[in-house]
Each structure stands twice: as C-alpha cells, then as structure tokens.
C-alpha cells in the first residue's frame, strides 16, 4: 500500500472504512464449475465463426485462413484447437484483419498513447484504474485538455480506490476544461449516482482514439512507468519502497475490425454507471483491413457473471500442447486455475510461470507464494524478477495463443473486478510475446523444489495466513 501520510483526514477515513464495509455489505461470490473445460473436447465441429470489417466470412474463406495461419505455427490440430476453444467459450466470433504491435515496456506504452491521443481528431475514451498527478499523469492531463480544447470529444473513467491518493482537483481540473470525468463507484455511497458496490472495481486499462485505434494491458498512468526496465542504467538493488522501484510491465496496440469490439465495453462501461449513453462523437467509424491477426475483446463484469477471462485461461491451459509461459503480478487464483496448470504439466506441456519478487502489496506475494510447492511438485517451472517490480499479466500458448490485459490470476479480478483482455491468434505475435517471456526469464531466478522446501517457519506462516484472505485479497 503506498504512503498515505499526505492524504487529508477524510480522504484515510475512506480508505479505512471501505475494506470493513466491503465485508460487511458484500455477499462472498463463487466461480463456476468448469471442468468441462479442462476436457480437451474442443475440436471444431465446423468451422468457427470469424468476422472481418465486411461481416462475416463464409466458411470456405474460414478454413482457407486458419490453414494460412497453420502452415506457420505447426500441425493444423493445435491452432484447430485454440480457435475451438476461444469459440466454445465466448460465443462471439473472432475478429479478423487486425494489426497488433507488441509494447513491451512502460515508456514505450506511454509514448504510443500520447502519439495517438495527439492525433485525435473525433475522441478520446481513457480508461484506467490508477491516474496518478504525478509528472506522467499531468503531461497526460494536459494533452487531453490541449485536445478538448481542439475541439475533440474527451471521456475519461477513474476507479475511485485506484486514484485515491490522487487530489480531486486533479480532474475537476479536466471538468472545467470540458472533459466528461466518471469516478468508478466512489468509495463514498453519497457520491454514488448508481448503485454502490464499494468491492467492485474498474481494474481495466483502455484507450480508444477516434474509434480507430485501442490500447489494453497492465499499464496504468504513473510515474513508476517513466523509466524502462530493461536498460541497466535504470537498475538499482531492490528497493524497499516499491514506489520507487521500475515496474515491468505489457501493453498492446490495435488498430483494425476489432477496435469496435474494445469501444463498446467503454461505452457500456459508462451507461452501466451513468444510465446514459455517451453522445458527440462518432464513435464506430468504418474499419478497414489492417493486418492479418484474430482478435477477441474479453470484458469480464462481476455483475454479468460471464466470467469471461477465467474461462479463457482454463481453456487455454487445457488446450496447450507445447507450452504455456505465463506472467502475472498478482497470484491468488482457485483450485480449477491451479489444477488447468498441473494438468498442462504433467501431460508434458512446458508450464513457465514468472512472478514477481516484490510487489507494491506485500501480503499478495506470500499468497502468490504459498502456491509455489504445489505447481513444483506437479512439474511446473516457477521463477521470480529480479529487481524491478513485475506488474505484466500475459501469457502464450503454442507459438500461436496471446493474451494481453489487466487481469490478475487472483479471485479479485475474477470475482470482483471490471477487466479487460485482448486475445490474439496471431503467429508473428506470438513469437514477439515468446520473445519478450524469454528476455524476463533472463533476468528472473527460479525457484527449485528442494530449495523452497528447506524456507523457514515463518515464511511458512505467513503463506499459510495469507491464503485464509484470499477471497478479499
């Protein structure tokens, strides 16, 4: 948790409050059953539906493009496979014709979107849970009243616990220059204009430029994103404020058919919590072919229930053949996650997960680890970064299945969180996202069976303490 000291009185009674009455008010919720899942029962029966900015293909074109995509990865069963799957699972079909650029870094990111976001000429949706006023969020502050003051339409979303820390002047500031603000269910209920779910949370990161354009990932706005972790220069020894360590993190661009799929989440985001629809601006124009990627959007909402990203990840698991390298900031997930990945594992399947070494919530790093042993013995590969502060949640599949977003491998994101994902079937990504695993494995230490057996009693402890919370964690 980050220093609170300057915050005013009300403001840390807020915050104090708001875990006891999330206890007292919220009903504990569950995850479905869904070990159909894991039963690897998914070869297409026909071929899956896929959309392009034309509408949708028929199935002779269907097939021609799954098997351009499968002369690169491999046998045509495993891609076969992974499409079955994303079908089964959403019901929606996936969205051809897509660019996706890899943005491995925080700087990066943040360059991308301000290059965008300079470029808008129609709108501007941000999304986001942590909008910091620090220098990064107030250059990115500035840009959007700079592009308000043009002319261009401007909505931004916060989540109030997110920007708890962050003055409210820091956006009635954009108020008063025009731009549409959105506090996510504020802590306070009086301020509250739908409903009140003090436990549900807009963990989501979303950019949307002129309907054109879409950003996802883990990439909040704050200045823990201003250095890159991958320049030595920028590397110290690990600190003990977590506040000024660098932070490593995974976003993506998309530009193509699906950026409409990324736009209509923002938007129901915004009547969900509003009652009313968000006006002028055009914001579905007409999308073109941009490059040759499958995309799915994967919205999760605790109060549709749809579970959307869990069971994308159940399956994934289920479905890999080769391997499966994951990275997540936050390890609190339940028995089915962990069983997807001991079963990938003990069939043969190359299960990698990263983790971080340190983290800005020191009680989610003992939860994450109480889980080491059991994946250990099961055959799965654990390791931790070094140094900076791991705050990706990625993971590929097969040389073919990519996905990027905010949500955690914990029951928080599950249950209790808006998220955002963005699935790709894409081999060139694919191999990038590989790449880009295999640069943190450099710099990431693992952690052996025999080595984690011998920690102390009270790391043990304090493992076994944590995963009695992991519900609110």
Request: hydrophobic letters at 40%.
């Amino acid at each position: 948790m980050r220093a609170l000291k300057n915050l005013p009185a009300a403001r840390l009674l807020e915050l104090v409050l708001a875990p006891l009455l999330a206890f007292m008010l919220t009903s504990c919720a569950s995850l479905p059953n869904v070990s159909y899942l894991r039963d690897r029962q998914l070869a297409p029966q026909a071929d899956p539906t896929i959309v392009t900015a034309r509408g949708e293909l028929p199935d002779g074109r269907v097939q021609a493009l799954l098997d351009r995509m499968a002369a690169k990865v491999g046998p045509t069963s495993i891609l076969d496979r992974h499409v079955a799957a994303e079908e089964a699972i959403n019901g929606r079909p996936l969205v051809a014709g897509n660019k996706v650029t890899l943005l491995s870094d925080g700087p990066v990111t943040m360059r991308a979107m301000m290059a965008a976001i300079r470029g808008a000429r129609d709108h501007v949706n941000l999304e986001t849970y942590i909008f910091e006023d620090d220098e990064v969020g107030r250059a990115l502050a500035d840009l959007l009243i700079e592009k308000r003051k043009a002319g261009v339409k401007v909505n931004v979303i916060y989540d109030s616990v997110g920007t708890l820390e962050t003055p409210r002047a820091f956006f009635d500031r954009m108020r008063a220059a025009g731009i549409e603000a959105l506090e996510f269910n504020p802590v306070n209920p009086l301020n509250a204009p739908r409903g009140w779910d003090i436990n549900e949370r807009d963990h989501r990161k979303l950019l949307v430029v002129d309907g054109r354009i879409a950003f996802t990932g883990g990439v909040n706005i704050s200045r823990v994103y201003g250095k890159s972790s991958f320049l030595r220069s920028n590397r110290q020894a690990t600190p003990n404020n977590p506040k000024e360590a660098v932070w490593r993190d995974t976003h993506m661009q998309i530009e193509g058919p699906a950026v409409a799929e990324f736009q209509r989440l923002f938007l129901d985001t915004w009547r969900r919590k509003t009652g009313e629809a968000l006006t002028g601006a055009q914001y579905f124009p007409p999308l073109q072919h941009q490059g040759d990627a499958l995309v799915r959007a994967i919205g999760s909402t605790p109060d549709k229930e749809d579970f959307g990203a869990y069971k994308t990840y159940i399956s994934a698991l289920a479905n890999a053949d080769k391997y499966a390298h994951l990275t997540t900031a936050y390890f609190v997930p339940d028995d089915q996650i962990v069983q997807a990945m001991k079963d990938a594992a003990q069939r043969g399947v190359d299960v990698r997960i990263i983790f971080p070494s340190i983290t800005d919530v020191g009680i989610i790093l003992y939860a994450g680890r109480s889980f080491y042993q059991e994946l250990l013995d099961a055959g799965v590969r654990v390791y931790e970064r070094k140094a900076e502060l791991l705050h990706a949640k990625t993971a590929v599949i097969d040389g073919v299945w990519s996905t990027i977003g905010s949500t955690n491998l914990d029951m928080r994101s599950f249950l209790h969180n808006d998220e955002i994902n963005a699935v790709v079937l894409n081999v060139n990504f694919a191999t990038q996202m590989e790449e880009l695993f295999q640069r943190d494995l450099t710099e990431s230490r693992e952690i052996k069976a025999e080595e984690w057996r011998k920690r102390g009693a009270g790391e043990r402890f304090k493992e076994w303490a944590t995963r009695l919370l992991d519900y609110w964690l």
